[in-house]
């Protein structure tokens, strides 16, 4: 079986986390897990919050939005 902080380790080499391994993730939350892939989780919240880790899941929704000429304006298309 497959562990958090291997999952953590490969969105962190490759700065990016994708649907799969995210649903992974919050399977593998779900069940017992170590202390260790505990500060590993939170290690990957921290670089996705810093921009370190682009998250597939947010890019797709972030495709759907126009962001209009005037300031702050955000239509979703």
Do not use: P
Request: hydrophobic content about 40%.
């Amino acid at each position: 079986m497959i562990l958090i902080r291997e999952i953590v380790h490969q969105a962190l080499s490759t700065g990016y986390l994708t649907l799969e391994a995210e649903e992974q993730l919050r399977q593998l939350l779900q069940t017992k897990y170590s202390s260790e892939d505990l500060r590993a989780f939170m290690k990957l919240q921290l670089a996705a919050m810093a921009g370190l880790v682009k998250q597939e899941s947010r890019e797709s929704r972030s495709s759907s939005l126009y962001v209009g000429k005037t300031e702050g304006e955000v239509l979703r298309v």
